[in-house]
């Protein structure tokens, strides 16, 4: 069978290309014909690149190469207008612009957001995708219910696959490896409770909130903050509360399975997230996880049990009370967060949309 795959380009820090990259492996290993349509890539084997210019012409060049390949099946993995199958791993645009306007823009930066060309271009293409596209793969309920409400698109045409962690990456057998290290490494005590947040975008993942929460709780608890942001803004907010010794800005960070290694609880208070990955890789580390309803990742989390999941996003005080109970008896919930992310595997997830590749087009 020939198969084409569409990812505009490379990030080493992202978690659609660990899956891409293993869904390929898995298609080749059953002797498929696979072609990567991509600006770059890492070189992977028995794979035929076709490489493209990630400019404004972008979705021209797919174009062109789909109907040069003439696969059995085309998946994108990016708002494209030319495949058989969609994997909105960006969730659904008209939503987060929503949650966008409720929480972060007010009055007439509001308006003017609602009304900015680029994103007025990203929901015609959007309304377009998932209008045309034969199969929709979203990474969450969440996503699916908000591709219906905003787009009217029937239910049968939506499949939901969550994302898959690799398990033998991420694991509780870390900790005796890299706690020390990574401690050490930022100057933090080695018995000292420690949370993680980790994200890019560190406005739309919710650090405000965060810091807002840690100066409710015990001044013995630190925070590393991971991930691409504007760190200098958050720096500045952070000595503003008072917090300057208590947050460590490690950036963005390549090997996050020390980082996971290295800390209690992860704490995301993301405004929006079809399906965070990091949320996954915590628990598959056996890190309790606090997130918020507006991440698709929560619906594997039961509160209570592998963490605790926020119903008002910005409520730091909500966040707070959960922070604390968690480092007070973690333990348990460490043991359940590593349990339920073992049926969470990339393989699992792979397997799952390659049933879909066979049957669903």
């Not at 890539?41 to 174009?63: A, C, D, M, Y």
């Not at 996954?280 to 309803?293: C, G, K, Q």
């Not at 209570?304 to 996003?313: A, D, H, K, P, R």
């Amino acid at each position: 069978m020939k198969i084409a795959f569409i990812r505009k380009r490379f990030d080493p820090f992202g978690g659609a290309e660990n899956y891409l990259n293993s869904l390929i492996k898995d298609l080749i290993n059953e002797n498929h014909d696979i072609y990567l349509i991509s600006g770059n890539w890492p070189n992977l084997p028995n794979i035929k690149h076709i490489k493209v210019s990630t400019g404004g012409g972008f979705n021209r060049q797919v174009e062109t190469a789909i109907k040069a390949i003439n696969p059995q099946c085309s998946i994108s993995f990016e708002r494209t207008l030319t495949q058989d199958i969609y994997r909105a791993g960006d969730g659904c645009h008209r939503s987060w612009l929503q949650l966008r306007s409720r929480y972060l823009e007010k009055g007439w930066k509001s308006f003017f957001f609602k009304i900015n060309p680029k994103h007025l271009r990203i929901l015609k293409t959007e309304q377009h995708i998932f209008t045309e596209t034969p199969v929709i793969v979203a990474n969450s309920d969440m996503v699916k219910t908000q591709i219906i409400e905003h787009y009217a698109i029937p239910s049968h045409k939506i499949h939901v696959v969550y994302n898959g962690v690799d398990t033998t990456r991420f694991t509780p057998v870390n900790k005796s490896l890299y706690k020390d290290e990574i401690r050490k490494g930022l100057d933090l005590d080695s018995k000292q409770p420690v949370i993680l947040f980790l994200g890019s975008g560190y406005q739309r993942k919710g650090l405000k909130t965060l810091l807002k929460a840690m100066t409710y709780i015990d001044k013995s608890v630190v925070a590393i903050v991971a991930g691409k942001g504007d760190i200098d803004k958050y720096k500045r907010y952070a000595a503003k509360l008072g917090l300057s010794n208590r947050i460590v800005f490690a950036g963005a960070v390549q090997q996050s399975e020390k980082f996971y290694a290295a800390c209690d609880l992860f704490v995301l208070p993301t405004i929006y997230d079809p399906f965070s990955n990091a949320t996954l890789e915590a628990m598959s580390s056996a890190l309790p996880v606090i997130t918020s309803r507006y991440n698709g990742a929560s619906e594997i989390i039961t509160s209570g049990q592998e963490g605790e999941v926020l119903q008002e996003v910005i409520d730091y005080h909500e966040l707070a009370q959960k922070i604390t109970k968690i480092l007070a008896n973690k333990s348990q919930m460490s043991i359940a967060a590593r349990k339920k992310a073992e049926s969470y595997t990339l393989s699992k997830s792979s397997k799952i949309l390659l049933h879909i590749i066979y049957n669903g087009v």
